[in-house]
């Protein structure tokens, strides 16, 4: 049991700071939509990998990118419907998926994981693969931080300046369609979107530099998760719920805060 927290608390600080880094593009890109319908479109991916015997995380990966790589073109192309089609992809991606686990025998016990997530069902070589993911990210934040900063503040400046703004927003949408599916392992693919969307929200509402926004969101994250592990230990709860219900208490204590200095001022 002490091995099993011990491992749980290795994934959970992988699940921390992958969320807490990317957290604040998510809520500057405003792309909260995009990372549900990303999410719910790699349930696709997983009936597809479950019902031919691959690996379902690869599965779900395919096809969060192929979601992303859609949606992010036809955004290029135009922002009329937009909403639409992100709804559309968030409900054909399940219902894809449900169709196909439907021919799966002994599907049910997965999904509940899938769906809502389970720390334990999180392997070793997933628990590898994010790390080389995280680690990749910081890197990727740390070479190149000025040219996502201006992407992200200033698109129309950035294309200005002859910046491949398309490109940079396809490596981005990219980073959040592998970034969703693995932290859906953990958090589930129903309640990703708040652990890609509250910590950078709670970031912004005491920061205005990027830089900020990130080191603040990685260090709630870390504390909700860390906070959630232990009590889900304790007490015998579900680990995604858990985390979840604990960010969205930050948020409204950050809120709380916002309001006092306004009153106090």
Same mark, same amino acid.
């Given at each position: 049991?002490?091995?099993?927290?011990?491992?749980?608390?290795?994934?959970?600080?992988?699940?921390?700071?992958?969320?807490?880094?990317?957290?604040?593009?998510?809520?500057?890109?405003?792309?909260?939509?995009?990372?549900?319908?990303?999410?719910?479109?790699?349930?696709?991916?997983?009936?597809?990998?479950?019902?031919?015997?691959?690996?379902?995380?690869?599965?779900?990966?395919?096809?969060?990118?192929?979601?992303?790589?859609?949606?992010?073109?036809?955004?290029?192309?135009?922002?009329?419907?937009?909403?639409?089609?992100?709804?559309?992809?968030?409900?054909?991606?399940?219902?894809?998926?449900?169709?196909?686990?439907?021919?799966?025998?002994?599907?049910?016990?997965?999904?509940?994981?899938?769906?809502?997530?389970?720390?334990?069902?999180?392997?070793?070589?997933?628990?590898?693969? /994010? %790390?080389?993911? @995280?680690?990749?990210? !910081?890197?990727?934040? =740390? #070479?190149?931080?000025? *040219?996502?900063?201006?992407?992200? +503040?200033?698109?129309?400046?950035?294309?200005?300046?002859?910046?491949?703004?398309?490109?940079?927003?396809?490596?981005?949408?990219?980073?959040?369609?592998?970034?969703?599916?693995?932290?859906?392992?953990?958090?589930?693919?129903?309640?990703? /979107? %708040?652990?890609? @969307?509250?910590?950078? !929200?709670?970031?912004? =509402? #005491?920061?205005?530099? *990027?830089?900020?926004?990130?080191? +603040?969101?990685?260090?709630?994250?870390?504390?909700?998760?860390?906070?959630?592990?232990?009590?889900?230990?304790?007490?015998?709860?579900?680990?995604?719920?858990?985390?979840?219900?604990?960010?969205?208490?930050?948020?409204?204590?950050?809120?709380?805060?916002?309001?006092?200095?306004?009153?106090?001022?």
């Amino acid at each position: 049991m002490i091995i099993e927290f011990l491992d749980s608390i290795w994934v959970g600080l992988i699940v921390a700071v992958l969320g807490g880094m990317v957290s604040p593009l998510v809520v500057i890109r405003r792309f909260s939509n995009l990372t549900g319908s990303i999410s719910h479109a790699s349930f696709a991916g997983i009936g597809v990998a479950m019902m031919w015997q691959f690996n379902p995380l690869m599965g779900a990966i395919f096809a969060s990118l192929i979601s992303a790589w859609v949606m992010q073109w036809v955004q290029s192309k135009t922002k009329d419907h937009m909403d639409t089609l992100l709804a559309m992809i968030w409900v054909v991606g399940m219902a894809i998926g449900l169709l196909l686990l439907h021919f799966k025998n002994g599907y049910t016990t997965d999904l509940f994981g899938f769906l809502f997530g389970n720390i334990v069902m999180v392997t070793q070589s997933d628990t590898i693969l /994010m %790390a080389i993911w @995280t680690s990749v990210i !910081a890197l990727g934040l =740390l #070479f190149f931080y000025q *040219l996502i900063q201006l992407v992200s +503040l200033d698109p129309d400046y950035a294309a200005i300046r002859r910046i491949p703004v398309k490109w940079v927003n396809i490596v981005l949408v990219s980073i959040l369609a592998v970034t969703t599916v693995l932290l859906s392992k953990v958090v589930g693919i129903l309640l990703v /979107m %708040a652990v890609l @969307t509250i910590p950078g !929200a709670i970031a912004r =509402l #005491f920061a205005t530099r *990027l830089v900020t926004m990130i080191a +603040l969101s990685t260090m709630v994250s870390l504390i909700s998760v860390g906070a959630g592990l232990l009590l889900t230990y304790f007490i015998n709860l579900p680990t995604g719920p858990v985390i979840i219900l604990l960010l969205v208490a930050s948020y409204l204590l950050g809120m709380g805060i916002q309001y006092w200095r306004q009153v106090l001022i």
